[in-house]
T-cell receptor, first 112, second 112 residues
Framework: NAGVTQTPKFQVLKTGQSMTLQCAQD?????MYWYRQDPGMGLRLIYY???????DKGEVPNGYNVSRLNKREFSLRLESAAPSQTSVYFC???????????FGPGTRLTVT | QKEVEQNSGPLSVPEGAIASLNCTYS??????FFWYRQYSGKSPELIMF????GDKEDGRFTAQLNKASQYVSLLIRDSQPSDSATYLC????????????FGSGTQLTVLP
């Protein structure tokens, strides 16, 4: 049982490049989330998926897109990276009747 | 006004003392309240959650909730150096897809 996994762990992009951050969970959770964490800003919700087949915007969705590929996988795409997207990205999931959101290990992204 | 506010700290306490962490929230419709601990470079992990007014104890940790005053606190008794971390307060609003709104975190250092 790996919990929530994220790939890659680290990434450096040039401005304008694109990339997809991958997230998968093996806990049969319905809901999945993407957050970004900047120094002094706490965690801010980018997008979430309440269940397979649905996605919704969070607090800071601009510049991102998501895909809920199946119940296990939820990916985050940066179409044209900007330095303002330099951050640590966390994926999380939660199951029905469970209180805890489980977090992945994070992806540290730098955009130059 | 931020939805969830925490004193950013840093907060320093001597080993064995009580550490008190505070959090206020703006949405009176908030239903559930969470405290996460995050070690440097790691992902957040849940310490406690509370949804009823009053105190909830788990080992050395006590969460306190006062919905009338819109605050939630975390007390850590007999603080240990291993408790040194950033503590994140999170709030779940009513009717939400179980998404959380996080405060910016309080950095705690326990001095040996």
């Amino acid at each position: 049982n790996a919990g929530v996994t994220q790939t890659p762990k680290f990434q450096v992009l040039k401005t304008g490049q694109s990339m997809t951050l991958q997230c998968a969970q093996d806990m049969n959770h319905n809901s999945m989330y993407w957050y970004r964490q900047d120094p002094g800003m706490g965690l801010r919700l980018i997008y979430y998926s309440a269940s397979e087949g649905t996605t919704d915007k969070g607090e800071v969705p601009n510049g991102y897109n998501v895909s809920r590929l199946n119940k296990r996988e939820f990916s985050l795409r940066l179409e044209s990276a900007a330095p303002s997207q330099t951050s640590v990205y966390f994926c999380a999931s939660v199951g029905t009747g469970v209180h805890e959101q489980y977090f992945g290990p994070g992806t540290r992204l730098t955009v130059t | 006004q931020k939805e969830v506010e925490q004193n950013s700290g840093p907060l320093s306490v001597p080993e064995g003392a009580i550490a008190s962490l505070n959090c206020t929230y703006s949405d009176r419709g908030s239903q559930s309240f969470f405290w996460y601990r995050q070690y440097s470079g790691k992902s957040p992990e849940l310490i406690m959650f509370i949804y009823s007014n009053g105190d909830k104890e788990d080992g050395r940790f006590t969460a306190q909730l006062n919905k009338a005053s819109q605050y939630v606190s975390l007390l850590i008794r007999d603080s240990q150096p291993s408790d040194s971390a950033t503590y994140l307060c999170a709030v779940r609003r009513s009717g939400s897809a179980r998404q959380l709104t996080f405060g910016s975190g309080t950095q705690l250092t326990v001095l040996p």
